[in-house]
């Protein structure tokens, strides 16, 4: 551990320093620094439990225990004092289990009765190995059992009980440091778990009207100082010692959590948090924790597959492969491409690089949901080669920000660790509002407070916040800009606008992990890599110097949306998708229309899908476990990180490309990409670098209201005779495909329901079917307070194909009536 | 119990128990006759700063059983802290052999509800809380409506007595839990979270009941605070001893002739109150039986003997002979007890009230009561009991709050006066004691009647 810095990286002025002596050891720390973690500067490892940095002091568990002959007044604590409560104090004197008698003696009772209780089941039990109660009974403790040669009986308990579907508990384990349950409520803000009952008979409980429905769950078992909680997913498939471990990066979100892989004989057994201080502390999401079996479903994809004379996939060699495709493309004309958002930055570069370089086209767009051309502008002015090297805003900056504003984002669902870290701030003063709909339950757990705007008038909300001087938005203030904010026109650019006008600062949260980096790769048709305009004559000389081509094509090209319509149309007669859901794409029946009208597909992918079934060359892929790459945080920080497995077969799509490319060049088609590997496009990236030529200008104004389709006003949906404005976000467990394989993560998801208001329900009822333009659903109805009235919300994939396939479009109007009607 | 304690010696010094034999003693009359409420309007004049101070010079010292200055605790109040300020009654009477308070609060609850009244007076507080023992039901009933006869009197409410002072009162019952005598654990409680102990710093006096200045006072204490204001610290400060003054109850139990509340000055001894209470119990042929062992305040405070019949019972006095004031409750045993038996059910009492929150506590009184039953039974070696001195040794002074503490007592001590005793068991295969002896039908022939 470091000196404690402040929140501008500068180490804390010397004068608040504490000097103490810790087994004759003189350490200085700064002050209200607890003894435990003195002890730790100076090498001194007190045994604990209860004891858990971010978590507060508790002082239950009591094995922490030293002997304190000077309090830093003169006089000695009688009685041996728990480090982890004791805050230093200038002059104090500690003496631990090292040096003093009476601490090792105090703690090696405590062990001996946290022992009583305490079943001797390590042999099976998924801590053993790596238990802090194993290793410490070692270090201190005895090696024999008084409580069993004097006839103890312990207390036992029927094992395990559901906590939830993913999380048991094994209560005789239980040392009852209240970590979990401490984590709960401090931490997560879902504090469904308990201690109940009393003396040895004290466990940790359920609230039997309020299922343990945490997106957070998983860290109360990481944090377990015993084999007390497991998880479903894990229990009983490996012994720690057995486990080779890798240190990796989350990809289920932009966050870009610190996570360590735990695995055996090629395959992942679990995932567990990093520790960060800087992004994720020591906090993941039950996504990034358990979502892993997506990589080995049945449906994986081995080996490339070429459509045959007969219509079907046959598998074929990659050479094969790779010709195949080159012809095919070569000969479809022009080529659209649709990278998704799920890769690394190296793989995006090599996309944008693709397109431009073997295609001769700007037809190239990440984006795989609901978009706009406001938005690429917005990417272009606002958000590429921002980072925290240039100021950009950090999680640290959350926690420092005074007022932090959501545009259009729930971080609770879309990015786990920064709800984690605004509830921590949040809980120190800093201020959060939210523009949406209704207040979340996040925001709740936030104590934030709800700016009320219907899905659609965004724009005209944000540009209000400026002159509504009790929200007080100044240099201190940051804005957090969800993606969901491209659905609303004007919205993106009224929020660029606030933050010129207040001085405050702004960040573009994605959801997707390799949204940000295929930003800074170039993956959008106004945008080279490094931020280069299209547009800009220099900026292509730029990047067609480094790539060694003559010239690059000059006109913008078309978005996602444009790529599927010229598909259709037949202007473009070739795509290349990468990992492309067409339900989640802004109308799923074009996508789809689009890739049967293609003349050529060519799909890179995980898993069979949609797209790998139209089309003609299937590339597998690798997952992110068999390549090296970097993830791009939503703050702009790379997040480099190397392979968990080396699997020859298995293919990055830089390679992929690469092949294809190849095999165009030959056909006298483009060029060849020049790299073949993830090091080989990390260097070309660095060759490259950043534009360092004028930005694209942002838009001058918010777009005038007349933009919004609807007309609404004040933040209020008009009361249309056509039903309500659909609002609608993605929650954080639902039917994503790279959530299979666990069904017990995906039964602690909540449960769908449509939120409507109160007026509403009481005509509805307590189930609603809602109809939109591209179907109905029915669901459970719930009130919302403070919905926004005229709006009904729905969770955008928990049901059927989701509400874009299956519903309408979001902003748009949905009749609600009741299911009963 | 009212007959015996209203007994009037010269020794004794009743002023709490003074009414107690009154006709309805716990009605507003018959408070009123005896002058009560009349403290009120002295305090009044007298201002807060002044209450704090004849308190303080009252050399009134807690009388839960730690014997902290009462006055002391109160001036503790930040009063620039903007939060309102409380005070909390401790009326939680739970430990084994205590019965002061719920006899107090039964016959004269007015004497209870008037010291909280000055008492929140002198720390600035407009709302006070009376957490009872949830078991006492009729306690928590009889204490409420002298609550309502406080109201509806103009003792209570807004603008008392046209001072301009307002104070609410609300009567909170407990819910079960020997803890929730803890002060910070009964903080809990009244929360409306499970009674467990806090994390102390912040104490209460800053961060206490919602967060803001509370002082947490025994119901004995509170209610010696009118007679205080009426005759003055000087006239309480005359009684007692050097470092205990005032007078205050002790609750005699067990092999006395006649058991019950006698309240005297501090400094008193068990030999002058066994006098008072009739000497041990008499067998059925007229002798005595003798004294073996007795607390002096509670299960929690290490036994003593008959060798220490003229300690003063007083702060001071009892701490030298190696235990402590506590509660003033005096369980007394003739040596028909066997200790180990006395001992063992104490344990169990811990074991069954620990909150579960440290480990000393939760699994050291789990292991305690293993080892005592199993001595009891006579099985076991001697090693055993050094080994019960061993847990209570990791359990004293190593445990969250001052429970754990409390179930080493009873233990070590008796292990040290009675060592041999414990080893007879050992020696005899089982209780050598017939545990009819100690009952109060000893002397009569129980039998199922066919």
Redesign the interface.
């Known amino acids: 551990m470091t000196l404690q810095q402040d929140r501008t990286g500068q180490e804390v002025d010397r004068t608040d320093l504490v000097s103490l002596t810790i087994d004759g050891v003189q350490v200085s720390v700064p002050k209200d620094t607890l003894v435990i973690r003195a002890a730790e500067q100076v090498g001194i490892q007190v045994p604990r439990f209860c004891d858990h940095p971010l978590l507060a ?7 922490c ?1 030293v002997d304190v002959p000077d309090a830093g007044n003169g006089r000695g604590f ?3 004092q728990a480090s982890c ?1 004791l805050p230093v104090a200038e002059g104090m004197v500690v003496n631990t289990q090292a040096t003093s008698e009476v601490a090792d ?2 703690q090696q ?2 062990m ?3 022992l ?2 305490h079943p001797l089941d390590c042999p099976v039990c998924d801590k053993g190995g790596e238990c802090p109660l194993q290793n410490q009974a070692m270090s201190n403790g005895r090696g024999e059992s ?2 069993a040669a ?4 312990k ?1 036992t308990y029927p094992k395990p009980i559901n906590i939830s579907a993913q999380v048991l508990l094994d209560r005789e384990r239980c ?2 440091c209240a970590r979990c349950t401490r984590f709960s409520e401090q931490i997560a803000g879902d504090p469904f778990i ?9 466990q940790v409980g359920i609230y039997e009207k309020e299922p343990f429905e945490s997106y957070f769950s998983g860290n109360t078992i990481q944090i377990c100082p015993v084999g007390a909680l497991t998880s479903a997913e894990y229990r009983f498939r490996s012994r720690p010692f057995d486990l080779v471990s890798t240190p990796a990066v989350a990809e289920h979100d932009a966050c870009g959590s610190a996570i360590r892989v735990d695995h055996r004989r090629g395959k992942v057994m679990r995932r567990l948090a990093g520790n960060d201080p800087e992004v994720n502390e020591e906090w993941i999401t039950d996504k990034d924790r358990f979502a892993f079996h997506y990589a080995r479903q049945a449906d994986r994809l081995t080996y490339p597959q070429v459509r045959d004379t007969d219509g079907s996939l046959r598998p074929a060699s990659w050479p094969e492969a790779f010709a195949v495709a080159a012809r095919g493309l070569a000969e479809a004309g022009a080529v659209g491409v649709l990278p998704g958002g799920r890769l690394t930055a190296e793989d995006a570069y090599a996309y944008s690089v693709f397109a431009r370089v073997a295609l001769g086209t700007n037809d190239v767009d990440f984006r795989a949901r609901p978009l706009s051309a406001e938005e690429a502008d917005f990417l272009a002015s606002e958000v590429v080669l921002t980072g925290p090297w240039a100021g950009a805003v950090t999680y640290a900056d959350l926690e420092a920000a005074r007022t932090v504003v959501l545009l259009g984002l729930e971080p609770e669902d879309e990015a786990g660790a920064i709800f984690l870290r605004l509830r921590k701030a949040s809980g120190r003063g800093t201020r959060v509002l939210s523009v949406a709909p209704f207040s979340s339950r996040g925001l709740r757990k936030m104590a934030g407070v709800l700016v009320p705007a219907a899905p659609g008038t965004e724009a005209e909300v944000i540009a209000s916040l400026a002159e509504r001087s009790e929200h007080g938005l100044d240099t201190d203030t940051v804005l957090l800009v969800g993606e969901r904010l491209a659905t609303s026109p004007g919205a993106l650019t009224a929020a660029a606008a606030l933050a010129r006008r207040t001085g405050a600062r702004l960040a573009w949260v994605p959801r997707r992990a390799g949204d940000r980096g295929a930003v800074e790769a170039g993956c959008l048709p106004t945008l080279l890599p490094g931020g280069r305009p299209v547009a800009d004559a220099g900026a292509r000389v730029d990047a067609a110097t480094t790539w060694g081509v003559d010239s690059l094509p000059e006109a913008p090209g078309r978005d996602a949306d444009q790529i599927v319509a010229a598909l259709v149309s037949g202007e473009l007669g070739g795509v290349v998708v990468g990992g492309v859901d067409p339900d989640d794409t802004a109308d799923p029946a074009a996508t789809r229309a689009a890739l049967r009208a293609a003349r050529f597909v060519v799909a890179l992918e995980l898993r069979e899908t949609d797209v790998t079934r139209e089309a003609d060359v299937v590339l597998p892929v690798a997952p992110v476990s068999d390549k090296a790459g970097t993830f791009i945080t939503w703050e702009g920080r790379p997040r480099p990180f190397d392979p968990v497995f080396t699997h020859p077969g298995s293919l990055p799509d830089l390679r992929v490309l690469a092949g294809i490319a190849e095999e165009l060049a030959a056909l006298g088609r483009g060029r060849p990409l020049g790299f073949r590997t993830v090091d080989d496009v990390r260097a070309r990236m660095a060759e490259l670098g950043g534009w360092d030529g004028e930005r694209p200008a942002p838009s001058a104004d918010p777009a005038p209201t007349s933009l919004a389709p609807t007309g609404h006003r004040d933040g209020q949906a008009s009361a249309g005779t056509d039903g309500m404005v659909l609002a609608t976000w993605k929650q954080m467990l639902d039917r994503g495909s790279m959530q299979d394989g666990d069904d017990a993560l995906r039964a602690t998801a909540r449960m769908p329901v449509a939120r409507v208001t109160a007026a509403t329900y009481d005509v509805v009822g307590p189930t609603v079917t809602l109809t939109g333009d591209r179907g109905s659903v029915t669901l459970p109805a719930e009130i919302t307070d403070d919905l926004v009235d005229g709006v009904v919300w729905v969770p955008a994939n928990s049901f059927g194909d989701g509400v874009l396939a299956g519903l309408a479009s979001p902003g748009s109007r949905v009749s609600v009536k009741g299911a009963g009607a | 119990m009212t007959e015996t304690s209203a007994r009037t010696t010269d020794t004794l010094t009743p002023v709490l128990t003074a009414g107690w034999a009154d006709e309805r003693s716990w009605t507003l009359d018959a408070y009123a006759r005896r002058g009560g409420y009349e403290a009120l309007d002295k305090a009044f004049a007298m201002g807060p700063d002044a209450v704090i101070g004849a308190v303080k010079d009252s050399g009134l010292r807690g009388r839960g059983g730690a014997g902290f200055p009462t006055g002391m605790k109160w001036s503790f109040i930040p009063q620039d802290n903007p939060n309102p300020k409380y005070l909390v009654v401790n009326a939680d009477e739970s430990e084994p052999g205590t019965c002061k308070d719920i006899p107090l609060m039964m016959a004269s609850p007015h004497t209870l509800v008037e010291g909280v009244i000055l008492s929140s007076f002198a720390i600035r507080a407009h709302t006070a809380f009376i957490y009872i023992r949830g078991e006492v039901l009729h306690v928590i009933r009889r204490v409420q409506a002298a609550v309502a006869e406080a109201y509806a009197a103009g003792h209570l409410g807004r603008d008392i007595h046209g001072s301009g002072y307002d104070l609410d009162v609300v009567v909170h019952a407990g819910a079960g839990a020997y803890i929730c005598g803890e002060e910070t654990a009964l903080l809990e409680g009244l929360e409306g979270r499970r009674g467990q102990p806090r994390l102390r710093p912040p104490f209460p006096a800053v961060a206490g009941l919602y967060a803001s200045p509370t002082v947490i006072n025994n119901v004995e204490s509170i209610s010696s605070v009118p007679s205080i204001i009426a005759h003055g610290a000087e006239w309480f400060s005359s009684m007692g001893t050097e470092k205990s003054k005032g007078f205050g109850i002790f609750s005699l139990s067990g092999h006395v002739q006649r058991p019950g509340q006698y309240e005297a000055p501090l400094g008193i001894t068990l030999r002058e109150l066994i006098d008072l209470a009739g000497g041990i119990r008499q067998k059925s042929d007229g002798q005595r039986h003798e004294l073996k062992f007795w607390t002096p305040g509670g299960s929690s405070t290490p036994l003593l003997t008959a060798e220490h019949l003229d300690v003063p019972l007083d702060f001071e006095g009892v701490g030298a002979a190696g235990s402590m004031l506590g509660t003033r409750a005096l369980q007394i045993f003739d040596e028909t007890v066997c200790v180990v038996r006395a001992v063992l059910r104490w344990t169990e009492f811990y074991k069954h009230e620990s909150c579960g929150k440290c480990t000393p506590c939760r699994e050291g009184t789990w292991w305690l009561v293993q080892t005592l039953a199993r001595l009891e039974k006579g099985q076991g070696s001697e090693a055993d009991l050094d080994l019960l001195l061993d847990q209570c040794d990791n359990i004293l002074g190593r445990s969250f709050c001052a429970l754990g503490d409390g179930a080493t007592s009873p233990i070590s001590s008796s292990i040290k006066y009675f060592r041999e005793e414990y080893l007879a068991h050992l020696t005899h295969g089982g209780c050598p004691f017939d545990p009819a002896a100690s009952t109060a039908w000893s002397d009569r022939t129980v039998g199922a009647t066919a």
Do not use: D
């Open positions: 002091p508790v002082g239950a568990c009591r094995q225990l009688p009685k041996p409560t003696k105090a009772g405590v001996e009765f946290l009583i209780n008084r409580f004097s006839g103890g009986v207390r040392v009852l308990a201690l109940i009952e009393r003396g040895a008979l004290q």
